[in-house]
C-alpha cells in the first residue's frame, strides 16, 4: 500500500501506538473508576491484583505519549530519560502480571507435555468411575495421581483398598450426597 507522507492515512498510521494508548488509557481509567466506586469489587479486591495493573497500564500508555511529545514538541528534549522510563514501567508491567509474556516460556511446554501425557494416557485406557460406570480421564493420571498424593502424605484409600481418586467429579458428589442422607436419617433429622 502506498501513500503520501503529509496524508491522513500517514498520519493516522505513523500514530497508530498513540491512538492505542489513548484507548488504553480510557479503558483503564473506566476500570480503575469501577474498582473504586462498585461495592461488590471493592469488597473483593486487592491493591496489587486489581489497581496495580490498571496503574500500570495507565503509566505505560503515558509515558509512551511522553516519548512522542518530546520528538515532536520539545525537539527531542529528555527523549533518552523518557524512554528508559517507559521502558522500565513495559518491564515491571510484564514482570508484574501473572500469565504475561514471560510465563509463555514455561506454559508452552507445560502445555505440549500435558497433550502427550494425555495421548501416552489413553493408549492405555481410560478410568471407570464405580460409581457411576462412566469413563472420566486416563487410568494412567489416577495412577500417577494416587502416587502423587502418596509421596505428599495424603492417602485417600479406605479400608476396603478403594480410593478416592477412582470416583469422577460426579461420582465424588454422587458419594458426597449419599453420605449427608445417611447421616442425617441416622440422627433423625432430616431436613435440620
Not at 13 to 18: E, V, Y
Not at 120 to 134: D, L, S
Not at 168 to 187: F, I, N
Request: with cysteine.
Amino acid at each position: 500500500m502506498d501513500f503520501r507522507l503529509d496524508s491522513i492515512m500517514a498520519f493516522l498510521t505513523f500514530h497508530a501506538l498513540n491512538w492505542s494508548s489513548y484507548l488504553v488509557i480510557f479503558g483503564s481509567l473506566y476500570y480503575l473508576r469501577r474498582r473504586l466506586t462498585n461495592p461488590g469489587l471493592i469488597a473483593t479486591q486487592t491493591f496489587e491484583g486489581d489497581l496495580l495493573p490498571l496503574l500500570l497500564l495507565i503509566a505505560i500508555s503515558v509515558t509512551g505519549l511522553c516519548l512522542t511529545y518530546s520528538y515532536q514538541f520539545m525537539k527531542g528534549f529528555a527523549y533518552d530519560f523518557l524512554a528508559v522510563i517507559h521502558a522500565v514501567t513495559v518491564i515491571m508491567f510484564l514482570i508484574w502480571i501473572p500469565f504475561g509474556k514471560f510465563f509463555h516460556i514455561i506454559q508452552r511446554p507445560a502445555q505440549i507435555g500435558a497433550h502427550i501425557y494425555k495421548k501416552e494416557g489413553m493408549k492405555k485406557g481410560m478410568a471407570i468411575c464405580p460409581e457411576t460406570g462412566k469413563p472420566f480421564t486416563t487410568q494412567l493420571h489416577v495412577d500417577d495421581l494416587k502416587i502423587v498424593t502418596k509421596q505428599l502424605g495424603f492417602d485417600f484409600s479406605d479400608d476396603e483398598g478403594n480410593s478416592h481418586l477412582d470416583l469422577s467429579p460426579e461420582g465424588k458428589r454422587d458419594r458426597l450426597a449419599k453420605a449427608h442422607l445417611k447421616a442425617r436419617l441416622e440422627g433423625g433429622n432430616l431436613f435440620g
